[in-house]
Every structure is written in C-alpha cells, then in structure tokens.
C-alpha cells in the first residue's frame, strides 16, 4: 500500500469515527426519551393542580363530618336525659324535644353538604387515576427506550473502540508530517475530509471530474508528491483508472 493509500484508509476510519460520534449524540431513543420525559413532568405539574383541589375537598368533608359526629353526640346525650326520667319540668322537656328536632334537621343539612363534596370529589378522582394510568403507561416506554439505548449506545462504543484501534495502527504506518498536514486539513474540512479517492477521474470528496490536463499531472506525479482536488482541495489519492 502507497503511503497515500494509508492516508486514504487512515480518512476511512476517522469518517467512520465522526460518524460513530454523530450517531451516539443524535440517537432516536434519546429523542424519545427526553420527549417522555418532558410529557410525564407536564401529566405531574396537572396533576398536582388536581390533587391540590381534591385534597382541599377531603379537608372540607372531614370537617363536615366530624361536626356530624358532635351533633350526633349531642343528640345521644339528649335522647338518654329525655328517656332516663331525671327532667320532669314540662317545660324543659319541650325545649330538649325541640333542640333534638333542631339537631337532627342540622345533622341532616350537614349529611347532604357530606354527600355534595362526595360527588365532586368523584370527577377529580377519575381524573388522577387516569394522569396516573398515562404516567405508568409513558414510563414502561421510557424504561423499553432507555434498555434500547443502552443496547445502542453499547454498540456503537464497541465499534468505535475497534475503529480507533485501527487507525492507531493505520497511522503508525505513516509519515508524520503528513499525518500533522492531513490533521490539519481535516480540522477545516467540511465534515472533516482532508483525502478523497481519484477515480475514474472523479473525487470521492466533492463527486466532481478532474480535466484531462490534471488528471496527466497526476499520472506524472513522482512519489510522496501531494496533489489537491482543483474543486474541494482534499489531497487526491489515484485509485483505478485514475
Ligand atoms: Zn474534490
């Protein structure tokens, strides 16, 4: 292999490399990922609006009620002086009777404000259940997206490890001079393409023909000369037919 052809496998393995490095940091899976992310915290922001109101509900109820439970002492404590003879007043039995009526038309004023909040409670509870059912729903994805990451992230470094091994290999075979020249090139090359293949007259780099006069130049080429592309600039290596 001519010391230009090792510079050209050498452009080989360093695209591969950028390519391998682009693909980590564009993967689909975390796309997705940050996508589910970005859903469950706006389903968790609504539902703590949701919750917020159902907790209040539940605050109002358990007053209701425990004002139900006093009343409904009251009245036990009444009921038991009526009955067990110890008022004998006429006139305070009527007023016991009638604070027992008074009591039990509260009680039950009350009971219905217990049964009203239940029934608002009712749509909030439906609602969380459902925020809660997405949310467990876009986790199991999140975890199936993270496992395929995992899986692809775990491919891509195995390839890149055995990519960049080659090319240590790749430019020990090298002059380094030309090696310093080519990094140089590659570090203001678009997409990073310092070499490009001649073939048939054609650059691999930028897909355009060389005119008849270059391509004679480059057939009397003597060794270890450089030639660049006359369109793009990258150091044409002949291939077949060039
Ligand atoms: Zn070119």
Do not use: W
Not at 104 to 133: G, I, N, W, Y
Not at 138 to 160: K, N, P, Q
Not at 180 to 200: E, S
């Amino acid at each position: 292999m001519s010391e230009l052809q090792a510079l050209l496998r050498l452009q080989t393995f360093d695209t591969r490399l950028d390519q391998l490095i682009h693909r980590r940091d564009n993967l689909p899976e975390t796309e997705r990922i940050d996508e589910l992310a970005g859903s469950l915290e706006a389903i968790a922001g609504r539902r703590v609006e949701i919750a917020t109101q159902r907790h209040e509900i539940e605050r109002a109820q358990k007053r209701v009620e425990d004002e139900v439970a006093g009343i409904e002492a009251k009245r036990a404590e009444d009921t038991d002086r009526l009955y067990n003879g110890g008022i004998t007043s006429p006139k305070e039995l009527t007023a016991l009777q009638d604070e027992l009526q008074s009591l039990a038309r509260h009680q039950s004023t009350l009971e219905d404000e217990v049964l009203e909040l239940m029934e608002q409670a009712e749509p909030l509870d439906d609602t969380l259940s459902k925020f809660d059912a997405k949310a467990d729903e876009l986790e199991a994805e999140r975890g199936r997206f993270e496992a395929a990451r995992t899986v692809s992230l775990a491919e891509i470094e195995a390839e890149h490890n055995a990519v960049s091994a080659d090319r240590e290999t790749a430019v020990l075979s090298l002059d380094e001079a030309l090696v310093v020249k080519y990094q140089h090139m590659r570090g203001g090359a678009k997409d990073g393409v310092a070499v490009g293949a001649l073939t048939h007259g054609v650059c691999s780099a930028c897909g355009l023909g060389a005119s008849a006069v270059f391509i004679d130049r480059i057939r009397s080429l003597g060794p270890g000369e450089i030639v660049n592309c006359e369109e793009c600039g990258v150091i044409l290596v002949p291939a077949g037919g060039a």
